[in-house]
T-cell receptor, first 112, second 111 residues
Framework: NAGVTQTPKFQVLKTGQSMTLQCAQD?????MSWYRQDPGMGLRLIHY???????DQGEVPNGYNVSRSTTEDFPLRLLSAAPSQTSVYFC???????????FGPGTRLLVL | DQQVKQNSPSLSVQEGRISILNCDYT??????FLWYKKYPAEGPTFLIS?????DKNEDGRFTVFLNKSAKHLSLHIVPSQPGDSAVYFC??????????FGTGTRLKVLA
């Protein structure tokens, strides 16, 4: 049981490039989410999904796209990277609303 | 407007003593609260939670207290150990899929 996995661990992008951050969970959790962590800001919710085919925006969704075609996977897409998207990104999953979330190890992204 | 606040960015405590981490919230609809612990270069790990129907929850050395009238919760760690040195986040939910996190408190336990 691997829990929540994220790839890559670290990525450097140039401004304007696109990339996809991968997230997968093997706990059959319905709820998955993406957060970014910035110094002094805590974790802020980007997008979340309550099940396959259902996604919604969080606090800071601009510049990011998500889709959920399977229960296991929830990729986060940066269409045109900007330096303001330099951050550490965490994926999380839980069984349902108000339940404990389990986090992946994070992806550190640097946009030059 | 920050709905969940951790006003102490850092805290230092001697090994064996009590660590008290505080968290305040503004949204009275929050009914489920969690504490997470985070080591550098790792994801947050769940520590302990409490629902609004309780005012205390214990798990070993960790106890969370909830004061709904003051919209305040605290995490007590007794006794504190050097391995407890980490960043602690509190989070709140109103029974929905959205969790609001505080900015974190860095705890340093001195040997």
């Amino acid at each position: 049981n691997a829990g929540v996995t994220q790839t890559p661990k670290f990525q450097v992008l140039k401004t304007g490039q696109s990339m996809t951050l991968q997230c997968a969970q093997d706990m059959n959790h319905e709820y998955m989410s993406w957060y970014r962590q910035d110094p002094g800001m805590g974790l802020r919710l980007i997008h979340y999904s309550v099940g396959a085919g259902i996604t919604d925006q969080g606090e800071v969704p601009n510049g990011y796209n998500v889709s959920r075609s399977t229960t296991e996977d929830f990729p986060l897409r940066l269409l045109s990277a900007a330096p303001s998207q330099t951050s550490v990104y965490f994926c999380a999953s839980s069984e349902g609303a108000g339940e404990t979330q389990y986090f992946g190890p994070g992806t550190r992204l640097l946009v030059l | 407007d920050q709905q969940v606040k951790q006003n102490s960015p850092s805290l230092s405590v001697q090994e064996g003593r009590i660590s008290i981490l505080n968290c305040d919230y503004t949204n009275s609809m929050f009914d489920y609260f969690l504490w997470y612990k985070k080591y550098p270069a790792e994801g947050p790990t769940f520590l302990i939670s409490i629902s609004s129907i309780k005012d205390k929850n214990e798990d070993g050395r960790f106890t969370v207290f909830l004061n709904k009238s003051a919209k305040h919760l605290s995490l007590h760690i007794v006794p504190s150990q050097p391995g407890d040195s980490a960043v602690y986040f509190c989070a709140a939910s109103s029974g929905t899929y959205k969790y609001i996190f505080g900015t974190g408190t860095r705890l340093k336990v001195l040997a």
